[in-house]
């Protein structure tokens, strides 16, 4: 519900065998310098499946950051600072105005999130290598009101006016993580039959499971106020969910993403237009290739071009293939 695992991610069978023991010096890259992403294979999990995390990573630090910011006030820094490993702290970061109800939601969500940093970390092991720092992130208001501007050209062709602030209140910032939570839910049914390794496979089930019930219940709240026009502006939660998912749609390069209200004919069984979850024909859930997930994330379309909420791109073998491709 931009604008969210080993693979937040898969990429083609034949190139992710070309990435295996690829060592990418990275200067630069994710806001880290000199960093070698290599990974070493263990404990059930092979490269590949380490490299496939790596993605996921960048889309879980993004979230924990945002989530705490947004209702604690600060991050991962106070937080749990033994999981950044000296990486920047993200531009713009604010808490923002929530209720108590979303306040509450969204401290769950974030302590949620410290926990899927620390497992990934955890099974990627060979730090910082492999387990690399904390990813440059941009969350200011600014880059929001630049992403949601991009939406709103794709779907109305208008920009909002004022712009777009995510941390303003509890509606707009609930709306702002429509963006997350479903990419890496893609993501993760991307990768899954890219694995290999027993733990591998547990862990993307386990953190799978946490990352689609967080966009439901993101979905489920938009839903329920998805006729609601977002003061200041004349569209509603429901416009404000298709102008994301269009956006997000062309980002990836292939239709992978619906809002809240669509034609009949994408609706469950082609029989009805409210969507609180998106699925395809068959109701089951779509999936992003690594390099449709970073693409999205960078809403560029093109992995090997960073932007949006990743300035310096992403870190890890995938990630740094692609933005160092045209050296």
Known sequence: MIEAIMGKFALCVCFVALLVGYGAATDGIGGNGNIDYKCKPGNKTTVMDKELAQVALNLEYFEAEYFLWASYGYGLDVIAP????????????????????????????????????????????????????????????????????????????????????????????????????????????????????YNAKKLVASLLGIEAGQDAIIRTEMYRQKDKKVAPYEYTVADFSNAISKLR??????????????????????????????????????????????????????????????PKGAQGVIAASYLRKDD
């Open 82 to 197: 033994y999981l950044v490993d000296g990486g920047p702290a993200p531009i713009g970061a604010q808490k923002a105005n929530l209720d108590p109800y979303y306040k509450d939601l969204y401290m769950q969500m974030g302590l949620q999130e410290v926990g899927h940093v620390r497992a990934i970390k955890t099974a990627l092991d060979y730090a910082p290598r492999c387990a690399f720092p904390r990813t440059l992130l941009d969350i200011s208001k600014k880059t929001w009101a630049t992403a949601m501007d991009k939406a709103f050209m794709s779907y109305f062709n208008k920009t909002l006016n004022p712009p777009f602030d995510p941390y303003e209140d509890s509606l707009k910032y609930l709306i702002s993580t429509y963006f997350i939570p479903y990419v890496g839910l893609t993501g993760y049914v991307g990768a899954n039959p890219l694995l290999k390794g």
């Open 249 to 310: 749609n062309e980002a990836t390069g292939n239709f992978v993403d619906e809002g809240l209200v669509v034609p009949k004919y994408l609706g469950a069984e082609k029989n009805i237009t409210g969507n609180v979850l998106s699925g395809d024909r068959d109701s089951l859930a779509y999936a992003r290739t690594a390099q449709q997930v970073l693409q999205t994330v960078y809403g560029t379309g093109d992995a090997s071009q960073p932007g949006t909420f990743y």
